[in-house]
């Protein structure tokens, strides 16, 4: 592994949990957890056999790195109100779509994991591609090797290329999800159990591995056939945004098939 | 495994070439494959060690089954040519979304297996779930013993249902798609391998298996948070489909999760 590190959470939610437990596992001391919530500050700490405060006044000072596991819109705050100080550490946020700017004019850097967490799911970071990138060339090595002690796959990035990937995140993670769940909905309606379609969406995320997902691409909007998306649509006529979205995909699909 | 059954399909695509297989496999008697094209007809019969033609007039008579496996356009006008001198035999069709009453009225039934198929990746029967009815009990008892053979997931479901079955299909597995073929588009234009994306595609589809969509759904979107919604619509001010998406996209995951 790489050199240890003495490490500070801040924030205690499914990411820093994920990161923490990894970090932890790999040898990295984790020192303390700092949430808003004492009940998740708590609860991470237990986990993590480190101290916890809800206190941002009473967060420690001696540890190398700071990790910013937060929301976007608290980062630049949380940043400033730890600033004095911590002047020596490192400071580093886990966030895609945010600049590293936001931590401050100091060694900042950031390291984000692309993946989905949830509390209920244990996820093997090994498999989960890490981005890093830091204001100093010492640091970006240091997150490099640091990221390298828990995941195989590490890469350098700049802030406006990780800002374009969150947002193919988006699309490939957060919209696909939204498509399972008016799946889901439809399905429910007409009381079919919705596990029917696991067998289709696993293997519609696992064509991926051989086709791209151009190539991959199926359904009558391929062809735009208007005879089934006509009828298509017509069924979906109580349901203004699951119409919505049918129109605007099949068009898509379509454009993009030619 | 049930009767064994005298099969013609009607069709060399995707779809007859996967079903053709695991019927013959399942020990079931494949004549002969008709296809409009001599080299597709051709193909699967070399597979399926059958006969072949394409040609309407010398597709045989003594089958217990035809599977039609073709285009929803064209099922009514095919099954009409084949209709005189078969009166006996059991037509099929495997469409997800067309009445079977497009085969005639006569002994008529479906069985549709909901799976995306492509010519390069064999996919096990075994998991995937079919549907079938028919307009005789007989009949759907025997397209359920049939389907029972190859699958071990067999639902009997009439036509109505089976369309909003399909329609679910189109947004769990196209439209899903077209949002990894965004992402995709989105990655290439900034030099990141959509490779790195193949984790956190599949741990989405994977959480299903835990949560349902509703509880698996994270992002922006989901507090529709507008200060990362507005940014993130300015990163795709040059592409407006992209844009259509991740509005009506995020529109709905904010209204799911109220």
Known sequence: MSERMRIVFIGAGNLATNLGTALKDAGHEILQVYSRTEKSASALSGHLQCGYTADIDKVVYDADIYIFSVKDSVLGQLAAALEKGREKALFVHTAGSMDMDVLGDRRRGVLYPMQTFSKLRPVSFKTIPCFVEASEKTDSDLLKSMAGDISDSVYELGG????????AAVFCCNFTNHCYA????????????????LPLIEET???????????????????????????????????PHFQDVYDIMSRGIHEMSL
């Open 182 to 197: 008016i799946g889901s909905d439809i399905l429910e309606r007409h009381g079919i159990p919705f596990r029917v379609m």
């Open 205 to 239: 995320a696992a064509k991926l591995r051989s086709l791209s997902p151009r190539e991959a691409q199926t359904g009558p909007a391929v062809r735009y056939d208007r005879n089934v998306i006509d009828k298509q649509m017509g069924l979906l006529s109580a349901y």
């Open 160 to 167: 406006e290329d990780r800002k374009y990937l969150h947002l």
